[in-house]
């Protein structure tokens, strides 16, 4: 809190006081938040997160020998050098503190993550990258005997069974294991008993994909199983990396075993770009729970459990494929499960398919179901095969293709009227979509949602709950930093105090600027999210957008100085507004089909500079409306509003942060687009009218 609040007085004293200068000042501060947004993906491959930031805290102190007063005489003189004195020694220290990391690296250190303290056992390897903190413990820490093998749903049928195993944890909310591996596929004798390879009971296959390849255990289990081609997609290189170069002796190198190809790529991306089918697709437990715990709502992989990428995964199965995808099924909470059925159910009867049931069968193992599912109905050979499978390891046969089932839901999920059975569930199970891909959270009402309903749906279902507090905190913070500033600020002579006149005296003047920065935010952050999919990753997608958005927006901001010389700013405005409208329609309707289309599986730069010039036009017209803005403040001679303008549009861009969620988790990604377009038309019946203040004039001899 405290850096911002005093980086936002700064660049608000610097803007009010030259406020004629706001075109080439406003370029100027989106131009280095641009490049910062490009610096900071390798600088996080460089160094650790708190690292960096002592390396940061260099740049404002900096900016501190910058500054300086237009005023000469004597004692302004002593002053300046008295300040510059002051700024150097600010930034030796700073510069201490950085380079400190490179003889003590560990002098910052995470001892709270979401809440809660660091894990008891002390982490062996710790990596960092622009995705993740990746932690190695070399044990199952949480488990009370470390030498049984880890499974997400054992059998209770394994018998006594010891083998070594590391652990990964992801942001210390997601982890996999590192199973020891030493080329004797004799030791991997366990892995039968995990219900996540319950689809390996049906018969051989010829070539596998799995989804998360992780600390590579069900690249094992490929291999266990015979199976001759093995395609593994990870999405985060530090994960292969600890694998395959901090642990190989240890981990047996499984994304380098003969017949193993292995791929650093977001899977629906790797997939998109590929004409082969597989004879099995496994996705076991991938989930965005180490974003999402914290509250954060972007750079997760919910993209994985959509309508376009089951039928993504359907269209690379062979003709007799099995997509296996497992989650979890704990104790009265089979929400996960359920929801996950539908989607598949969905999937399968957006191909054609009238029965579903008969392509679906989900087996419970644990805290585990496995859900595996056939383009084709299922064989009564297979059928047998799978319940004999379940019958040996006292596995649950929670739905089977021939009618036999466990979880009455299930049952009346697929026998009945599945719209019904959806309509009646006390929480929401429909089946998400890539414009509103939020599988894990069982509500589409935020705002309404029952803190002990939501929390019974799921674990991650509280960020929900941190969500609406956060929106009611913001609009709290909002209605304050407008109201009492303005309650403070010195009255005219003879003026009364009323609120009215705190509310409305200039009224359209703070709400055009409250609403440019709404709707530049709730813009920005559902063009992050459409274009996720297509740039292949959460963090290339927020990198290419903000980057692209800020530095054309900059380019806007400049521009305006040359036009306003051409042309009045209330005519000009209408016109940036109007463009505005037509970009960001645009995006909505248009731009999805371009996006999903061929191009998809072009190489990397060729999307990275398509993205850029579809992004380019919005950006600049959104970046002129805040400098026409502060300028006819200055034309009216009420440059002394702009701190308080520039305050009100940072509040709104941040309220926007929280609203935009919302809006995606109950109408989706489009809807956040059209919302923020509603924030500039406001912005534009605000502009067509007068700022000017009239006042009555004096009457008298």
């Not at 660091?118 to 710790?126: E, G, N, S």
């Not at 018998?159 to 294991?177: K, L, N, R, V």
């Not at 392509?359 to 299922?378: D, E, Q």
């Not at 409305?504 to 530049?520: E, N, S, V």
Request: a negative charge; hydrophobic letters at 50%; glycine letters at 8%.
């Amino acid at each position: 809190f405290l850096p911002f609040l005093v980086g936002g007085f700064i660049i608000a004293a610097i803007f009010s006081f030259n406020s004629k200068r706001i075109g080439s000042l406003y370029w100027a501060d989106l131009a280095g938040a641009a490049l910062g947004c490009l610096a900071v993906i390798p600088l996080l491959n460089l160094f650790s997160a708190p690292n960096l930031l002592a390396w940061i805290a260099l740049l404002p102190a900096a900016g501190a020998l910058l500054l300086r007063s237009e005023q000469t005489d004597e004692s302004e003189k002593r002053h300046r050098r008295r300040k510059n004195w002051a700024a150097g020694a600010v930034i030796v220290l700073v510069a201490l503190a950085a380079a400190s990391q490179l003889i003590m690296p560990g002098l910052y250190t995470i001892k709270y993550a979401k809440g809660t303290t660091q894990k008891t056992a002390k982490p062996t390897y710790v990596h960092w990258n622009h995705l993740a903190r990746l932690t190695t413990y070399k044990s199952i820490f949480f488990k009370d005997d470390s030498l049984r093998p880890f499974g997400w749903g054992m059998s209770s049928q394994l018998g006594d069974y010891e083998i070594e195993q590391y652990w990964i944890e992801q942001d210390d909310s997601a982890g996999t294991p590192i199973t020891h591996f030493n080329g004797d596929i004799e030791k991997l004798d366990f892995l039968p008993y995990d219900v996540t390879n319950a689809a390996y009971s049906m018969g051989d296959y010829d070539s596998v994909l799995v989804i998360g390849g992780g600390g590579g255990r069900d690249i094992l289990a490929a291999r266990y199983f015979g199976v001759p081609e093995i395609t593994a997609v990870e999405i985060n290189p530090g994960m292969v990396e600890i694998v395959e170069e901090v642990y190989p002796d240890f981990s047996g190198k499984p994304y380098s075993l003969p017949g193993v190809t292995g791929v650093v790529d977001e899977a629906r991306s790797f997939l998109t770009r590929q004409e082969g089918q597989y004879d099995l697709i496994m996705i076991s437990m991938i989930d965005s729970w180490a974003a999402t715990m914290a509250g954060a709502f972007a750079l997760s992989e919910n993209n994985l459990y959509t309508r376009e990428a089951l039928n993504l995964y359907l269209d690379h199965l062979s003709e007799d494929g099995v997509l296996t995808l497992s989650r979890w099924y704990v104790l009265t909470d089979h929400k996960e499960t359920h929801r996950l059925t539908n989607l598949v159910a969905t999937a399968l009867e957006n191909r054609g398919v009238d029965n579903p049931g008969e392509h679906i069968a989900v087996v419970g193992g644990g805290m585990i179901s496995t859900v595996i599912t056939r383009p084709r109905p299922y064989t009564t050979e297979e059928i047998a095969a799978l319940s004999d499978y379940i019958e040996r390891m006292d596995f649950q046969p929670l739905w089977l293709p021939d009618g036999a089932a466990e979880d009455d839901f299930l049952a009346a999920l697929l026998t009945g009227d599945r719209d019904e059975v959806i309509a009646d569930s006390p929480v929401d199970l429909s089946a998400p979509t890539d414009d509103q891909p939020f599988f894990f959270m069982f509500t589409d009402d935020p705002l309404g949602v029952d803190r002990t309903e939501t929390e019974k749906a799921s674990l991650m279902s509280y960020t929900v709950i941190v969500l609406r507090r956060l929106f009611y905190i913001m609009i709290g913070l909002a209605l304050l930093l407008i109201i009492l500033p303005l309650a403070l600020k010195k009255k005219e002579p003879g003026e009364p105090f009323t609120l009215g006149r705190v509310l409305f005296k200039q009224t359209r003047q703070w709400l055009y600027f409250a609403a440019i920065g709404l709707g530049f935010m709730l813009v920005e952050l559902a063009l992050i999210q459409r274009y996720v999919l297509f740039l292949g990753h959460p963090s290339y997608a927020t990198t290419v957008v903000i980057f692209s958005i800020l530095i054309f927006a900059g380019l806007g901001s400049a521009t305006t100085v040359p036009l306003t010389r051409k042309l009045s700013i209330r005519k000009l405005q209408p016109l940036v507004f109007g463009a505005i409208g037509l970009l960001v329609l645009f995006q909505a309707f248009v731009v999805p089909a371009i996006l999903d289309g061929s191009l998809l599986g072009a190489a990397l730069g060729w999307r990275i500079a398509l993205s850029i010039l579809l992004l380019a036009p919005l950006g600049f017209v959104m970046g002129m409306a805040l400098p026409l803005g502060i300028r006819r403040l200055d034309d009216i001679d009420a440059a002394g509003m702009v701190p308080y303008v520039w305050g009100i549009n940072g509040v709104f861009s941040v309220f926007a942060s929280v609203l935009s969620i919302i809006i995606a988790l109950s109408h989706g990604y489009t809807a956040g687009l059209l919302v923020g377009l509603g924030a500039y038309l406001i912005a534009l019946l605000c502009s067509l009218g007068s700022w000017r203040r009239k006042v009555a004039r004096a009457t008298g001899p």
